[in-house]
């Protein structure tokens, strides 16, 4: 009898033990828990896209905030804080368009909680590419300081909506496990720079006419321009300038800007403006007969 018993009892324990190993996990509060499913592949692309545009919005917020300050305080031997106006109204609101353009080919999540952010990001850019469409970069000429603070302004309004990305991350299991996977989400990315073209890094060649811009009187003529300089060709006055990133012509009714070898401005029936090369030493203009 006693040893039946003691076999039973050996038995029962045994068989105990092959029941809890088979059970589902419990939490330290004895609640049944169930692994997490790795995310799919597509929500951590999402999640990816999500953090590099948000990046990117922290760069052009950086970035638009240093461009104020230099135009507020340009180098004595630089570009005036006219030019660097102008320079900046013309590329802020096409960086901000970008983003927003990103963002709106988006397609939703799957998670509520994240496509609702997706909506605020994307009501946010809407109204700030609204408010910038309105401005010209004319108005850098008339107004520096006071148009580029302007922009500014709307610029340092694209903050993220709240809750942000990281805080969602921490409610749901599945944005936080795409959120590990995403290499744009790892701590310090940044997007990667453009790649210079060989005209922007290489020497300027040399311009035919010089820096004789008396050349120019007949329309036909190639320059070099290296800061400003006020042209005459074919009757038409153009005020040139020259910036690391972009060539400015101003006439009386016009102004455009160019970024990079190859760009043409025409005015009217009377002249075009190409530009040969374009680089952080100045730029190769020729001017031509339409």
Not at 19 to 39: C, I, L, V, Y
Not at 49 to 58: E, I, N, P, V
Not at 228 to 253: E, L, M, P, Q
Not at 268 to 286: I, M, P, Y
Request: with cysteine; proline share 7%; charged share 25%.
């Amino acid at each position: 009898m006693v040893a039946a018993a003691l076999v039973l009892a050996v038995g029962g324990c045994g068989s105990g033990s092959d029941e809890k190993a088979d059970a589902p996990e419990q939490d330290s509060a004895g609640a049944t828990t169930t692994p997490a499913r790795p995310p799919s592949a597509e929500l951590v692309r999402w999640v990816g896209d999500m953090c590099a545009s948000t990046a990117a919005l922290g760069n052009i917020r950086k970035d638009s905030a240093a461009d104020l300050k230099e135009i507020r305080n340009p180098d004595r031997l630089g570009p005036t804080a006219e030019l660097l106006a102008v320079g900046y109204l013309s590329r802020t609101p096409t960086a901000v368009e970008d983003v927003e353009r990103d963002l709106a080919g988006l397609d939703p999540s799957g998670v509520p909680a994240a496509d609702r952010l997706l909506d605020a990001w994307r009501k946010k850019l809407k109204r700030v590419v609204s408010a910038l469409d309105e401005l010209s970069p004319s108005a850098g000429f008339d107004d520096a300081e006071g148009s580029a603070a302007g922009v500014d302004r709307h610029v340092q309004s694209l903050t993220p909506p709240d809750p942000d990305l990281p805080a969602l991350t921490k409610k749901d299991p599945r944005l936080a496990a795409a959120y590990r996977r995403a290499e744009q989400c790892a701590p310090g990315w940044q997007p990667a720079g453009e790649t210079a073209s060989p005209e922007a890094t290489g020497p300027l060649p040399k311009a035919a006419d010089g820096k004789n811009t008396d050349a120019c009187s007949d329309g036909a003529c190639e320059v070099l321009v290296t800061s400003t300089a006020d042209i005459t060709a074919n009757g038409v006055d153009v005020h040139v300038a020259v910036s690391d990133d972009y060539v400015t012509f101003r006439t009386a009714g016009t102004l455009m800007q160019l970024g990079g070898a190859g760009g043409e401005a025409g005015f009217g029936d009377e002249l075009k403006a190409t530009v040969v090369a374009h680089n952080k030493d100045g730029a190769v203009l020729r001017f031509t007969t339409p």
